[in-house]
C-alpha cells in the first residue's frame, strides 16, 4: 500500500513516543529508521513493529570510558544504540575536523543501530572517508557448521564524492536478520540458500531460519572470514562481547573511524578522480540484458529521489498495518 513520506513520519514518530522516547531522541531515531526506508533498506520502521525497541528507562547516561585527541571509546550503558552510535559519530566528526583522523568505539548496547550506512554517509557527506562496523547477537553461520556464531555483521564504507557520496553498505550475512523478520511478517518464503533450521536442513521458511542460522553473504569460507574480523573489530577491539561470551547478547559493538584525504593528497583531486572512477566503471561494456552498471549506494540514492518525487512510499500491507498499531 502506498502513503504518504509525511504520513510515514508521522506514524514512525508516534511509535516511538509509546515506546517512550522524548522528543530529541525520536527526532534522532526517526531519522535513522526513515533513512533506511526511504532507501529501500530493510533496516527501517520493521524494528518498532512486534516488541518494537520500547525505550529502557532504568538506565544511565552514555558515558565516555577513554579518550585520546584521535579516539574516543564510549560505554552505552543500554541505551538506545541509535543514540549511543550518534554520539560516537558526533565526536569522530569533531576529531576528524581537527586532527584528520579519528577513531571510536562503543560498547555496552544491545537494541539496533539500524543502517550503519546512515553514520559513514554522514562521514563522507562532510568531507571525510568513513567506516562503521557492527557486531550484533549469533545469527550466522560459520562456514561448514549450521550453529550460529556470528551476528549478521554489516560492513559500511562511504568515499566522498560529488554529488552524492560512494557508499557500500552490506551485511556479511546472507541477509539481515530484520529481513527475515519482514519476510516472517508477510507471510513471504525466504529465497533459496538463505539460511538453515535449527537441525542443519537448509530452509526457507523465515520463521525456522530465525531459530536456526542464516549463512553469510556469498555462502562460503570467504564471507565467513569477513564476519570473523568484523566480529573481532566491533567486539573485543570497542570492549564490547563476541561470539561465545557469556554477555554477547547484551554488549553489541560498534567501531567507527574517520579519514581526511588531506591527509594524503588533496580532497578535491580525490572527489575527481571518484568521480572519473564512478564514470569509467558505469562506462564499462554490459553484458547481455544488463540495462545498467550500478555502483555501491546508487540504488538506494535512486529509490529515495523517486520517492521524495512523489511524495509517496509502497509499504507492505502487513508491516504498514504493525506499524499503525505499533503508532496507536
Known sequence: MKISVDELG???ADALKNQG??????SVISEILLYAQLRGNNQGVVK?????????????EIEIEKETPLSVRINGNQNQ??????????????????????LAGTNNTSTSSGAIGYFARKIADAGFVGFVFSRAPERV???????????????AIALPAKPDPVLLDMSTASMSFYGVLEAKTAGKQLPEGVGYDADGFPSTDPAAVAAGALKSFDGEFKGSALAMMVEALAGPLTGASFSGQQDSRTNWGHLLFAIDPELLGDRAEFQAKLERLRAHIKGAARLAGVEEIPVPGERGDSILKKIMESGEIEIEDKLLEALRKAAG
Do not use: C
Open 10 to 12: 508521522k506514524l514512525t
Open 21 to 26: 522516547y522524548n522528543e530529541n531522541e525520536i
Open 48 to 60: 518498532l513493529i512486534g516488541k518494537g525497541m520500547p525505550k529502557n528507562t532504568g538506565v544511565q
Open 81 to 102: 544504540a541509535m543514540l549511543v552510535v550518534s554520539r560516537a559519530l558526533e565526536l569522530v566528526l569533531d576529531k576528524v575536523t581537527k586532527n584528520g583522523f579519528a
Open 141 to 155: 553461520a560459520a562456514y561448514g557448521s549450521y550453529n550460529p556464531v556470528f551476528g549478521t555483521n554489516p560492513i
